[in-house]
């Protein structure tokens, strides 16, 4: 019966709770024991709160039985990515220099989920300050991925793409500013949604004006990310950008599918993709287009990208300067070499340089908006290449070609981050390795609601057709391998949490 409860959607499961049929206690314990058994194969989960995880079940189920009026989320579990500082439990960044750091306040969007009546049990790996698609480092070791923990899980928020994809957790939390939401769930077949800035409170943004950083819902199925979204979107007074959002939380409006209106790019015309992803990606476009009115390439003139790689080198250091500048400041040697790089990069950075790339910036942005005069949604791909082995650091080349730094190969969303429309990732089978693929969706500024709207009713197409539908890791598998791959996965380790 455990083994069933965790093949439940959120939304299912929610429904149950709600209506008396399910405890709390029950689900938990049901994701505990598949973490015991899976999560030594993959190491997604970092800090644990396992036994405050129990006692908060048990008074959600009280709740209930008191008939209580419940959250959204009442006596969900919940994972949350160790870059989202949680009260009371251990908050690394994937950092040495934070191995003890224990936050005394949850931030504003840990906050409302706990309002709504999440439970925390767990926050999820991620690299150094969350920089890089690659999630590995030296307070807890590698994250695998779960269909071969040999290789990447992507990043920054490959924790909780793992634990969800793996049935360890219905829920979790992840962040993106340059794919950190999308890639992931890429690449472990699961739902990553990045929403317009602002939507999402967020207080801890050091550049509070700056729409690049952007906190999120990671799940396994559409509707649960809408519900998670709805648990959490509005302004919050601590955020510069945002505003008075706000989402159903039920299922979204019925699409036809035959009325979808559907452009697409391979490339945006200025990123670099491998010729095995380009013909995956033709290859299901293809059959989506049996099932919508309109699927046709968007010309790479129209998208006018120009000088796109050198504006999100400029956004991304100016981040990386206004957290890391004390640190770097007192001892470089204290950073990875990806945040110190990051941080070096925008320390050279000229006032014109900045003003240059807002500039560009804008005009990109009021390009892109024009195209949904015409569209329901824009697609992409999300990865250029398949998952590649964790121990590589990076991807340095595509198709024999030399990127020119450790996250050039993420551009197909970090193009996407600077046009700052709503995006998210959706699993449509697999790629020529049988490896998860996923289909980057991007809908009209604010348009969270239609985009939603647009994912459930392909998601459903896709589940009735083996070549889209979302692929599922083998457990059994995972379990065989956990002897030889759980020392590999932490042997990066050099910076083992004080608990």
């Not at 767990?122 to 307070?139: H, I, L, Q, S, W």
């Not at 945006?268 to 059959?287: E, I, Y």
């Amino acid at each position: 019966m455990s083994e069933a409860l965790l093949e439940l959607s959120a939304v299912e499961a929610r429904r149950l709770i709600g209506a008396g049929e399910l405890s709390p206690v029950e689900l938990l314990d049901a994701c505990l024991a598949r973490i015991e058994a899976i999560e030594p194969s993959v190491n997604a989960l970092a800090a644990t709160a396992f036994e405050r995880a129990r006692a908060e079940a048990h008074r959600a189920q009280e709740a209930v039985a008191r008939g209580e009026t419940l959250g959204l989320l009442h006596g969900l579990p919940i994972g949350v990515k160790d870059l989202e500082e949680t009260a009371g439990l251990l908050t690394t960044y994937g950092s040495p220099l934070y191995r003890e750091h224990v936050p005394a306040a949850d931030n504003a969007f840990v906050a409302r989920l706990r309002a709504a009546g999440a439970i925390v049990a767990a926050k999820t790996n991620t690299p150094e300050m969350g920089a890089g698609a690659n999630t590995r480092n030296a307070v807890w070791g590698a994250t695998g991925n779960p269909f071969d923990p040999r290789l990447n899980a992507g990043g920054s928020s490959g924790g909780s793409a793992v634990a969800l994809a793996t049935g360890m957790l219905p829920f979790a939390t992840g962040s993106d500013l340059g794919g950190s939401l999308r890639i992931p769930a890429a690449l472990c077949g699961v739902v990553g949604f990045r929403a317009s800035p602002g939507c999402v409170p967020s207080a801890h943004r050091q550049l509070g004006w700056a729409p690049n950083w952007v906190s999120g819902p990671m799940a396994r199925h559409v509707a649960d990310v809408r519900l998670q979204l709805a648990a959490v979107v509005g302004h919050a007074p601590g955020d510069p950008l945002g505003y008075a959002a706000a989402l159903d939380a039920q299922a979204g409006a019925r699409i036809d599918p035959a009325s979808l209106r559907i452009g697409y790019t391979e490339d945006f015309g200025v990123c670099a993709v491998d010729a095995a992803t380009r013909a995956t990606f033709r290859a299901k476009l293809a059959r989506i287009a049996t099932l919508v009115r309109v699927c046709e390439p968007i010309d790479a003139a129209e998208f006018n990208m120009g000088d796109a790689h050198r504006v999100f080198d400029v956004v991304r250091a100016q981040e990386f300067v206004a957290s890391l500048r004390e640190t770097y400041e007192r001892d470089p040697a204290a950073l990875g070499a990806n945040t110190r790089a990051n941080y070096e990069m925008g320390s050279a950075l000229t006032l014109a340089d900045v003003a240059r790339a807002d500039t560009q910036r804008t005009a990109m942005y009021r390009r892109f908006q024009t195209l949904f005069e015409r569209y329901d949604v824009i697609v992409a791909p999300v990865s250029p290449v398949t998952p590649f082995a964790w121990s590589t650091p990076h991807c340095a080349q595509i198709d024999g070609v030399a990127l020119e730094n450790y996250y050039r190969w993420v551009a197909l969303t970090y193009v996407v981050t600077l046009l700052t429309n709503p995006s998210m990732s959706l699993p449509c089978g697999v790629d020529h390795a049988g490896m998860p693929f996923g289909l980057q969706m991007i809908g009209a500024m604010r348009g969270e609601a239609h985009l939603l709207d647009v994912a459930q009713t392909l998601e459903t197409a896709f589940a009735r057709d083996a070549a889209l539908a979302r692929p599922v890791p083998d457990l059994r598998q995972l379990r065989a391998m956990r002897e030889n791959v759980q020392a590999e996965l932490r042997a990066i380790v050099t910076h083992p949490p004080r608990r």
